[in-house]
Protein backbone atom coordinates (compact mmCIF):
# COMPACT_ATOMS: atom_id res chain seq x y z
CA UNK A 1 0.00 0.00 0.00
CA UNK A 2 2.41 2.58 0.60
CA UNK A 3 4.47 1.63 -2.06
CA UNK A 4 1.49 2.72 -4.38
CA UNK A 5 0.73 6.01 -2.36
CA UNK A 6 4.73 6.86 -3.43
CA UNK A 7 4.06 5.70 -7.12
CA UNK A 8 1.59 8.54 -7.25
CA UNK A 9 2.98 10.93 -5.53
CA UNK A 10 5.68 10.81 -7.95
CA UNK A 11 3.47 10.72 -10.73
CA UNK A 12 1.49 14.32 -9.21
CA UNK A 13 4.96 15.65 -8.22
CA UNK A 14 5.82 15.07 -11.60
CA UNK A 15 3.26 16.51 -13.32
CA UNK A 16 2.97 19.46 -11.05
CA UNK A 17 7.15 19.99 -11.93
CA UNK A 18 6.40 19.69 -16.14
CA UNK A 19 3.72 22.63 -14.76
CA UNK A 20 6.01 24.62 -13.46
CA UNK A 21 8.36 24.42 -16.40
CA UNK A 22 5.91 25.13 -18.71
CA UNK A 23 5.31 28.36 -16.75
CA UNK A 24 8.26 29.40 -16.48
CA UNK A 25 9.23 28.86 -20.09
CA UNK A 26 6.18 31.37 -20.48
CA UNK A 27 6.91 33.68 -17.41
CA UNK A 28 10.63 33.90 -17.90
CA UNK A 29 11.25 35.47 -21.52
CA UNK A 30 8.08 38.06 -20.20
CA UNK A 31 9.12 39.13 -16.98
CA UNK A 32 12.77 38.34 -16.04
CA UNK A 33 14.32 38.13 -19.31
CA UNK A 34 13.01 42.08 -20.50
CA UNK A 35 14.42 43.25 -17.51
CA UNK A 36 17.36 43.02 -18.53
CA UNK A 37 17.14 44.95 -21.71
CA UNK A 38 16.40 48.03 -19.28
CA UNK A 39 19.54 48.04 -17.96
CA UNK A 40 21.77 49.68 -19.72
CA UNK A 41 24.73 47.15 -21.23
CA UNK A 42 26.60 45.70 -23.64
CA UNK A 43 24.73 42.70 -26.00
CA UNK A 44 27.35 40.21 -24.28
CA UNK A 45 26.77 41.57 -20.87
CA UNK A 46 23.02 40.57 -21.44
CA UNK A 47 23.71 37.01 -22.88
CA UNK A 48 25.95 36.80 -19.76
CA UNK A 49 22.68 37.85 -17.04
CA UNK A 50 20.46 36.15 -19.31
CA UNK A 51 22.84 32.76 -18.66
CA UNK A 52 22.83 33.35 -14.92
CA UNK A 53 19.11 34.02 -14.41
CA UNK A 54 18.35 30.15 -16.45
CA UNK A 55 21.17 28.94 -14.51
CA UNK A 56 19.97 29.48 -11.24
CA UNK A 57 16.12 28.72 -12.27
CA UNK A 58 17.23 25.51 -13.09
CA UNK A 59 19.17 24.66 -10.15
CA UNK A 60 16.15 25.59 -8.18
CA UNK A 61 13.99 23.69 -10.62
CA UNK A 62 16.50 20.32 -9.59
CA UNK A 63 16.36 21.46 -6.22
CA UNK A 64 13.04 21.42 -6.46
CA UNK A 65 12.09 17.76 -8.23
CA UNK A 66 14.78 16.22 -5.74
CA UNK A 67 12.37 17.83 -2.49
CA UNK A 68 9.73 16.33 -3.91
CA UNK A 69 10.69 13.20 -4.66
CA UNK A 70 10.60 13.22 -8.42
CA UNK A 71 14.18 12.37 -8.36
CA UNK A 72 17.47 12.10 -6.82
CA UNK A 73 21.26 12.68 -7.96
CA UNK A 74 24.50 12.41 -7.72
CA UNK A 75 27.64 14.42 -9.05
CA UNK A 76 31.11 13.47 -9.17
CA UNK A 77 33.69 16.10 -10.93
CA UNK A 78 31.46 19.12 -10.58
CA UNK A 79 34.46 21.33 -10.18
CA UNK A 80 35.94 19.96 -13.30
CA UNK A 81 33.72 22.25 -15.67
CA UNK A 82 35.29 25.21 -14.06
CA UNK A 83 36.57 26.99 -17.52
CA UNK A 84 35.48 23.99 -19.67
CA UNK A 85 34.91 24.99 -23.14
CA UNK A 86 32.93 22.41 -24.98
CA UNK A 87 31.29 20.32 -23.10
CA UNK A 88 29.89 16.47 -24.66
CA UNK A 89 27.61 14.46 -22.84
CA UNK A 90 25.83 11.46 -23.50
CA UNK A 91 21.69 12.14 -23.57
CA UNK A 92 19.32 9.63 -21.93
CA UNK A 93 16.79 11.53 -20.50
CA UNK A 94 14.90 14.81 -21.68
CA UNK A 95 15.91 17.00 -18.51
CA UNK A 96 19.26 16.11 -19.25
CA UNK A 97 20.45 19.97 -20.29
CA UNK A 98 18.54 21.20 -17.30
CA UNK A 99 21.20 19.31 -14.84
CA UNK A 100 23.81 20.55 -17.19
CA UNK A 101 22.78 24.35 -17.44
CA UNK A 102 22.64 23.85 -13.70
CA UNK A 103 26.04 23.12 -13.03
CA UNK A 104 27.26 25.10 -15.53
CA UNK A 105 26.94 29.37 -14.84
CA UNK A 106 28.07 30.49 -18.13
CA UNK A 107 26.46 27.74 -20.59
CA UNK A 108 25.57 28.23 -23.84
CA UNK A 109 23.62 25.28 -25.46
CA UNK A 110 23.39 24.17 -29.34
CA UNK A 111 19.53 23.39 -29.49
CA UNK A 112 16.96 22.18 -32.16
CA UNK A 113 15.48 24.36 -34.35
CA UNK A 114 11.79 23.84 -33.65
CA UNK A 115 12.63 25.26 -29.77
CA UNK A 116 13.47 28.14 -31.21
CA UNK A 117 9.63 28.42 -32.36
CA UNK A 118 7.93 26.55 -29.13
CA UNK A 119 6.31 28.56 -27.58
CA UNK A 120 7.99 27.63 -23.90
CA UNK A 121 11.21 28.26 -24.81
CA UNK A 122 12.06 30.60 -27.69
CA UNK A 123 11.99 33.83 -25.60
CA UNK A 124 14.82 32.23 -23.63
CA UNK A 125 16.88 30.98 -26.42
CA UNK A 126 16.56 34.17 -27.73
CA UNK A 127 17.91 36.42 -25.13
CA UNK A 128 20.41 33.85 -24.04
CA UNK A 129 21.77 33.95 -27.49
CA UNK A 130 21.43 30.11 -27.36
CA UNK A 131 22.97 28.33 -30.67
CA UNK A 132 20.58 27.22 -33.20
CA UNK A 133 21.16 24.00 -35.12
CA UNK A 134 20.08 25.15 -38.50
CA UNK A 135 23.77 25.12 -40.73
CA UNK A 136 26.72 23.35 -40.09
CA UNK A 137 28.96 26.15 -41.08
CA UNK A 138 26.85 28.71 -39.10
CA UNK A 139 27.06 26.42 -35.54
CA UNK A 140 30.48 26.33 -36.30
CA UNK A 141 31.07 30.01 -36.38
CA UNK A 142 28.74 30.72 -34.01
CA UNK A 143 30.93 28.25 -31.40
CA UNK A 144 34.09 30.00 -31.80
CA UNK A 145 32.48 33.03 -31.32
CA UNK A 146 31.05 31.75 -27.62
CA UNK A 147 34.59 30.60 -26.90
CA UNK A 148 35.83 34.22 -27.75
CA UNK A 149 33.19 34.99 -24.95
CA UNK A 150 34.30 32.59 -22.89
CA UNK A 151 31.07 30.88 -23.19
CA UNK A 152 30.82 26.99 -22.06
CA UNK A 153 29.08 25.07 -25.11
CA UNK A 154 27.18 21.94 -23.95
CA UNK A 155 26.45 19.97 -26.97
CA UNK A 156 25.10 16.10 -27.27
CA UNK A 157 26.66 14.72 -30.25
CA UNK A 158 24.39 11.98 -30.19
CA UNK A 159 22.14 14.51 -31.64
CA UNK A 160 18.79 13.16 -29.98
CA UNK A 161 18.18 11.32 -26.92
CA UNK A 162 19.88 7.82 -26.61
CA UNK A 163 17.99 4.44 -26.71
CA UNK A 164 18.08 2.55 -23.85
CA UNK A 165 20.28 -0.59 -24.11
CA UNK A 166 22.03 0.26 -27.25
CA UNK A 167 25.38 1.73 -28.25
CA UNK A 168 25.87 5.02 -28.47
CA UNK A 169 26.23 6.56 -32.43
CA UNK A 170 27.90 10.11 -32.85
CA UNK A 171 27.23 12.39 -35.10
CA UNK A 172 30.29 14.09 -36.56
CA UNK A 173 28.77 17.92 -35.60
CA UNK A 174 30.44 18.01 -32.38
CA UNK A 175 33.79 16.82 -33.52
CA UNK A 176 33.93 19.50 -36.66
CA UNK A 177 33.55 22.24 -33.48
CA UNK A 178 36.50 21.00 -31.49
CA UNK A 179 38.25 20.46 -34.60
CA UNK A 180 37.31 23.98 -36.53
CA UNK A 181 36.89 25.91 -33.22
CA UNK A 182 39.95 23.82 -31.48
CA UNK A 183 38.39 23.55 -28.76
CA UNK A 184 39.42 21.70 -25.72
CA UNK A 185 36.27 18.62 -24.81
CA UNK A 186 35.20 18.15 -21.42
CA UNK A 187 33.27 14.87 -21.38
CA UNK A 188 30.24 14.32 -18.83
CA UNK A 189 28.42 10.83 -18.29
CA UNK A 190 24.69 10.56 -17.15
CA UNK A 191 23.15 7.85 -15.85
CA UNK A 192 19.81 7.26 -14.92
CA UNK A 193 18.23 4.22 -13.42
CA UNK A 194 15.31 3.09 -13.76
CA UNK A 195 15.47 5.04 -17.33
CA UNK A 196 12.70 7.87 -17.22
CA UNK A 197 11.97 10.18 -20.10
CA UNK A 198 13.41 8.59 -23.15
CA UNK A 199 13.08 9.51 -26.44
CA UNK A 200 10.28 7.00 -26.32
CA UNK A 201 8.49 8.03 -23.12
CA UNK A 202 5.34 10.12 -21.92
CA UNK A 203 5.68 12.48 -19.51
CA UNK A 204 3.21 10.77 -17.40
CA UNK A 205 4.74 7.45 -17.83
CA UNK A 206 6.84 7.26 -14.87
CA UNK A 207 9.20 4.43 -13.27
CA UNK A 208 7.64 2.24 -10.60
CA UNK A 209 10.69 3.44 -8.39
CA UNK A 210 12.41 7.01 -7.88
CA UNK A 211 14.56 7.86 -10.67
CA UNK A 212 18.13 8.50 -9.70
CA UNK A 213 20.67 10.52 -11.52
CA UNK A 214 24.40 9.85 -11.78
CA UNK A 215 26.40 12.59 -13.57
CA UNK A 216 30.19 12.23 -14.07
CA UNK A 217 32.94 14.67 -15.08
CA UNK A 218 35.68 13.38 -16.52
CA UNK A 219 38.92 14.54 -17.43
CA UNK A 220 39.63 16.88 -19.94
CA UNK A 221 40.13 15.80 -23.86
CA UNK A 222 43.03 17.76 -26.08
CA UNK A 223 42.23 17.72 -29.41
CA UNK A 224 45.68 19.15 -30.30
CA UNK A 225 46.65 14.85 -31.67
CA UNK A 226 44.17 15.79 -33.85
CA UNK A 227 44.61 18.85 -35.35
CA UNK A 228 47.80 17.15 -37.41
CA UNK A 229 44.79 15.22 -39.38
CA UNK A 230 44.66 16.73 -42.83
CA UNK A 231 42.21 17.67 -44.02
CA UNK A 232 39.81 18.21 -41.40
CA UNK A 233 36.97 16.37 -42.05
CA UNK A 234 39.15 13.40 -41.53
CA UNK A 235 40.65 14.76 -38.28
CA UNK A 236 37.09 15.27 -37.38
CA UNK A 237 35.84 11.72 -38.31
CA UNK A 238 38.93 9.96 -36.42
CA UNK A 239 37.99 12.02 -33.22
CA UNK A 240 33.87 10.86 -33.81
CA UNK A 241 34.88 7.66 -33.81
CA UNK A 242 37.17 7.84 -31.23
CA UNK A 243 34.63 9.45 -28.65
CA UNK A 244 32.21 7.00 -29.87
CA UNK A 245 34.26 4.25 -28.63
CA UNK A 246 35.18 6.21 -25.35
CA UNK A 247 31.55 6.80 -24.55
CA UNK A 248 30.24 3.47 -25.04
CA UNK A 249 33.23 2.13 -23.13
CA UNK A 250 33.21 4.08 -20.01
CA UNK A 251 29.10 3.68 -19.72
CA UNK A 252 29.51 0.09 -19.77
CA UNK A 253 32.22 0.47 -17.29
CA UNK A 254 29.37 1.91 -15.38
CA UNK A 255 27.10 -0.53 -15.03
Known amino acids: MLDIIKYYWRWLATAFSFFIFGVGGVLL ?17 REERAHAVI ?32 ILANHPSLI ?34 YIINDNNEHVIEMAAEAFVKGHALIVFPEGTRSTPGQKLTLKRGAANIAIRAKAEITTVLIECKPTTLTKSDRWYKIPKTKAHFKIQVKDKIDVRSYLAESPPSVA ?11 FNTELLLND
Not at 63 to 86: C, F, H, P, T, W
Not at 97 to 117: D, H, M, T
Open 29 to 45: PIIALPILYCIPATSLI
Open 55 to 86: HHTFRFYIAMMKRLGVLSYDIEGESKLKNAQL
Open 96 to 129: DVVFLIALVPNANCVVKGRLAKNVFTRGSIRTAG
Open 236 to 246: ARKLTADLTDY
